[in-house]
């Protein structure tokens, strides 16, 4: 093989993954919610919370762990004004994702200004410390997973978990329980409003997380509009993947492969226009939404408040 072509290989696998990774956490803080019963597409805001508030603590502390928790809580924030707004004032889910939507960067382009005296980009922060010596040094498989970082074997983690969580645990049975027949999963002493209140927070952490994978992961800083409708993505490959976690990880590498197609397409030659390649992800995500929305099934009571005593 052309060590050219083996050179892109290797290099669109790696941006792969390393660009399904913020798409795996949103997708899963998706499921998460929805499963029991909120529909949630405020991911977006919730990301660029999430983004922001890893630099934030980064920058405060000088440990970029700390950021990662920082991240967490920021984006447990956001989820919890979605899930009172949504859960106790039982507001249209949609618009309340929404509003959260248009909020959070408003927000965070104030609070960037206030601390980092820029309104488009903070300062470079201290990022994860990954081995990529010791990794890129590994057979055959080492200048794959060199070029990773470890937001990605964490992604991977947690969908492996969340489909433990969800499938063989009494918690995961109540939330899809909740999620399907809240009326029922109360009748039986399930506390749904309890129920949805942790999934949706959880989604927050997740999305959070899923915000820190960029700013103090891919990159090691934040900068105004870094999120880019990835939270919307997410929510298509959670879709895609009919709200199971193992399938939505395929469906987030599908679309992490067509954002790093467009970075790799220069060195292809094709006379196709660069716009093109850049709109490629957005296009496929039109795409995934048109031919399969109709083919999935949603939980029963996605999107439909519960009120308790209610016939």
Not at 4 to 16: C, D, K, W
Not at 46 to 51: E, L, N, P, R, S
Not at 81 to 109: C, D, K, M, R, W
């Amino acid at each position: 093989m052309d060590s050219s072509l083996y050179v892109t290989i290797i290099g669109i696998i790696a941006a792969t993954l390393r660009y399904s990774t913020p798409l795996i956490f949103g997708a899963l803080g998706g499921i998460f919610s929805e499963k029991s019963g909120v529909v949630n597409i405020a991911l977006e805001g919730i990301m660029v919370a999430g983004a922001f508030f890893a630099v934030l603590g980064s920058y405060i502390t000088g440990n970029p762990w700390m950021g990662l928790v920082f991240a967490a809580v920021g984006g447990m924030i956001f989820a919890a004004i979605h899930a009172y707004l949504s859960i106790h004032l039982q507001a249209e889910q949609v618009v309340s994702g929404t509003g959260i939507n248009v909020f959070a960067p408003a927000i965070i382009g104030y609070m960037l200004f206030k601390v980092f005296g820029n309104p488009s980009q903070s300062s470079a922060v201290a990022t994860l410390p990954y081995p990529r010596e010791f990794f890129s040094n590994i057979p055959v498989i080492g200048p794959i997973i060199g070029d990773l970082n470890w937001f990605v074997w964490i992604a991977i983690a947690l969908v492996i978990l969340a489909s433990y969580i969800l499938n063989k645990t009494a918690f995961g049975l109540r939330i899809k329980a909740v999620g399907e027949h809240p009326k029922a999963a109360d009748t039986l002493g399930i506390n749904v409003y309890k129920i949805r209140y942790i999934s949706v927070l959880l989604s927050g952490v997740l999305a959070g997380i899923g915000g820190a994978s960029l700013s103090i992961g891919v990159l090691n800083y934040f900068r105004e509009g870094m999120i880019s409708g990835r939270g919307f993505i997410a929510l298509a490959a959670m879709i895609f993947g009919n709200w199971k976690p193992k399938n939505a990880l395929f469906a987030c590498l599908l679309f992490g492969f067509a954002e790093s197609l467009q970075l790799a397409a220069q060195s292809f030659g094709w006379s196709i226009p660069q716009e093109f390649y850049a709109a490629f992800p957005y296009l496929l995500t039109m795409l995934v939404l048109a031919g399969f929305v109709g083919k999935t099934q949603a939980p029963e009571a996605d999107g439909v408040p519960y009120r308790k005593g209610e016939r």
